[in-house]
């Protein structure tokens, strides 16, 4: 069953995709994702999954478990980052361990999108509350993270870190205000007129998907080559961690869910790495930490470690435990 599965997400066209991108950069080919292109698909996913996810929404009644599952996912976001930056401190200086800490605690709006993708290759629908959760996970480790580095900085010459700019910041983050505000729309939204666009938001999602990771595995194959001379602990750090936490909360989520997709949304998220919010903050707040260590690892190892392996294993979790 274990062996049956993984070789279902490994020939997943979108997965094989990801893996092309990576080997056009290692045979030197030119071919690219134009960068208007791929930020238009990129929007195209952010605002399909929200509008989809409000539909849903609109059919479910607001109950104490989605509360509780909105709070434990903002306390799996603020989590993360305490213990992961207590690891990382050991072999990095306090600015780097902040960053990646951040970015492991806050969550890839990319790696959600092929977790719902998943989940429909197992005939299986998402909740639309997760959209919500999802978003939610976004800010809570920014704002814990800058709060560790402050608390831990020695350096009196470094700027000081104003929380509610961040706060703002990651609030208003393209990402996160387009799919909020698709999951608004698509919860206001006529049921019959939202039909029309249906053909767009559904049938197209796929195809774009596969072309997506095409891009994204020609960024991580780019980041690759410089990543490997930080030598071995952030590689280790970006592929243990990650399963370590998508496993944890994956059994976890048992005490505040019993729904298999919730919970195995739940451990995507846990194990997923943000590597467009927190780096877009940490450029602004905290310029002394380097973005050649903490973008590879969230988008060159952790992102397809949990795509490959890191999916199957969590989704087995959840039927299971």
Same mark, same amino acid.
């Given at each position: 069953?274990?062996?049956?599965?993984?070789?279902?997400?490994?020939?997943?066209?979108?997965? *094989?995709?990801?893996?092309?991108?990576?080997?056009?950069?290692?045979?030197?080919?030119?071919?690219?994702?134009?960068?208007?292109?791929?930020?238009?698909?990129?929007?195209?996913?952010?605002?399909?999954?929200?509008?989809?996810g409000g539909q849903e929404?609109?059919?479910?009644?607001?109950?104490?478990?989605?509360?509780?599952?909105?709070?434990?996912?903002?306390?799996?976001?603020? *989590?993360?980052?305490?213990?992961?930056?207590?690891? /990382?401190?050991?072999?990095?200086?306090?600015?780097?361990?902040?960053?990646?800490?951040?970015?492991?605690?806050?969550?890839?709006?990319?790696?959600?999108?092929?977790?719902?993708?998943?989940?429909?290759?197992?005939q299986m629908t998402l @909740?639309? @509350?997760?959209?919500?959760?999802?978003?939610?996970?976004?800010?809570?480790?920014?704002?814990?993270?800058?709060m560790l580095i402050s608390?831990?900085?020695?350096?009196?010459?470094?700027?000081?870190?104003?929380?509610?700019?961040?706060?703002? @910041?990651?609030?208003?983050?393209?990402?996160?205000?387009?799919?909020?505000?698709? *999951?608004?729309?698509?919860?206001?939204?006529?049921?019959?007129?939202?039909?029309?666009?249906?053909?767009?938001?559904?049938?197209?999602?796929?195809?774009?998907?596969?072309?997506?990771?095409?891009?994204?595995?020609?960024?991580?194959?780019?980041?690759?080559?410089?990543?490997?001379?930080?030598?071995?602990?952030?590689?280790?750090?970006?592929?243990?961690?990650?399963? $370590?936490?998508?496993?944890?909360?994956?059994?976890?989520?048992?005490? $505040?869910?019993?729904?298999?997709?919730?919970?195995?949304?739940?451990?995507? /998220?846990?194990?997923?790495?943000?590597?467009?919010?927190?780096?877009?903050?940490?450029?602004?707040?905290?310029?002394?930490?380097?973005?050649?260590?903490?973008?590879?690892?969230?988008?060159?190892?952790?992102?397809?470690?949990?795509?490959? $392996?890191?999916?199957?294993?969590?989704?087995?979790? $959840?039927? @299971?435990?």
């Amino acid at each position: 069953m274990n062996f049956n599965l993984l070789i279902e997400n490994l020939t997943n066209p979108a997965l *094989l995709f990801f893996v092309l991108g990576i080997i056009s950069v290692y045979v030197k080919s030119d071919l690219e994702i134009p960068p208007n292109s791929s930020k238009f698909i990129s929007l195209y996913l952010l605002f399909s999954i929200g509008f989809k996810g409000g539909q849903e929404l609109s059919h479910e009644t607001f109950t104490s478990e989605i509360g509780f599952s909105m709070l434990f996912g903002i306390c799996i976001s603020a *989590l993360i980052p305490i213990y992961t930056f207590f690891i /990382l401190k050991r072999k990095l200086n306090v600015f780097d361990s902040g960053a990646i800490a951040a970015a492991y605690g806050s969550v890839s709006a990319v790696t959600f999108v092929t977790a719902v993708s998943y989940l429909e290759s197992q005939q299986m629908t998402l @909740h639309g @509350h997760m959209v919500a959760i999802m978003a939610l996970m976004e800010s809570p480790a920014i704002i814990v993270g800058l709060m560790l580095i402050s608390l831990f900085n020695k350096d009196v010459t470094s700027t000081k870190i104003r929380i509610p700019s961040v706060l703002k @910041h990651s609030l208003t983050n393209g990402s996160v205000l387009l799919i909020l505000g698709s *999951l608004i729309i698509g919860f206001m939204a006529n049921a019959k007129q939202a039909e029309g666009i249906k053909p767009f938001t559904n049938d197209l999602f796929k195809g774009f998907l596969a072309i997506f990771l095409l891009d994204m595995g020609i960024t991580s194959g780019r980041k690759l080559k410089s990543f490997f001379s930080f030598g071995i602990f952030p590689l280790a750090f970006a592929i243990i961690i990650p399963l $370590v936490n998508g496993c944890l909360f994956a059994i976890l989520s048992g005490f $505040v869910t019993t729904d298999i997709t919730n919970r195995f949304i739940f451990a995507v /998220l846990a194990a997923s790495a943000s590597y467009i919010a927190v780096p877009a903050a940490m450029k602004i707040t905290v310029p002394k930490a380097d973005p050649g260590l903490y973008l590879p690892m969230a988008l060159a190892v952790t992102f397809p470690v949990n795509i490959t $392996v890191g999916m199957p294993f969590y989704f087995l979790i $959840v039927q @299971h435990f």
